[in-house]
């Protein structure tokens, strides 16, 4: 559910990245926001609670262009990856533009990533939306770990709709702005639509 700002003409949207507890989702956006430049973004806003945080903070990158004249302000999210945190989950979820799933691949995690995808999809439906209607982009993370499930076989198990597939290490920034890239792009495909 975009914003539209006709005084500041901006068309703002909401991107959340979603997934289990120490995935990466935080990491993501903490690269995301240190690689950006100053004059292109907002504070970065960290909610934190007992055992986790949600992050937020708002860019407007230059090289994603216009929709009818007007500029494209993204907002992203993180949300809490403890199931025990639900609630503050479906709410970072309302007015929902894009979603960002990060997946951790190491084998014993596996478990988790699941059930973390089930509570999205829940969450979503929840809100009103359905996970094969949003622009939605599956990202790989922690490939540089020596027990990690090979990609085909973390697709296979986590892939949903055919949906982007990028592999990552967002602690060194590897394959971060890719993901970001591709679920923006939806985004603004979404957008320029209507």
């Known amino acids: 559910m975009t914003f ?20 990466g ?4 956006l903490q690269h995301i ?14 909610l934190a609670t007992e055992t986790d945080r949600t992050l937020f903070f708002d860019f407007m990158p230059l090289e994603l262009g216009t929709v009818r004249g007007f500029k494209t302000r993204f907002h992203l999210y993180t949300v809490p990856g403890q ?7 479906k709410l970072i979820l309302k007015g929902v533009d894009g979603v960002v799933f990060v997946a951790d691949s ?11 995808l089930y509570n999205l ?3 979503l439906q929840t809100q009103g939306y359905d996970l094969n209607q949003l622009p939605y982009v599956l990202q790989l993370n922690k490939r540089d770990l020596p027990n990690v ?4 076989d973390l697709t296979h198990e986590l892939q949903k709709k055919g949906e982007p597939v990028f592999e990552a290490v967002a602690k060194d920034g ?3 702005f890719d993901t970001l890239k591709a679920v923006a792009k939806q985004v603004l495909t979404e957008l320029r639509k209507t």
Do not use: W
Not at 25 to 28: A, G, H, L, R, V
Not at 36 to 45: C, H, N, R, V
């Open 4 to 23: 539209i700002n006709y005084a500041s003409r901006e068309i703002n949207c909401k991107i959340v990245y979603y997934g289990p507890g120490l995935c």
């Open 25 to 28: 989702k935080t990491t993501n």
């Open 33 to 46: 926001f240190d690689s950006t430049a100053p004059q292109a973004k907002g504070k970065l806003i960290s």
């Open 83 to 89: 199931v025990y945190y639900d609630a503050s989950r």
């Open 106 to 116: 190491q084998e014993e995690r596996m478990d988790a990533n699941v059930e973390s």
């Open 121 to 123: 999809e829940d969450n």
């Open 149 to 152: 499930i090979p990609m085909h």
């Open 174 to 176: 590897t394959g971060v």
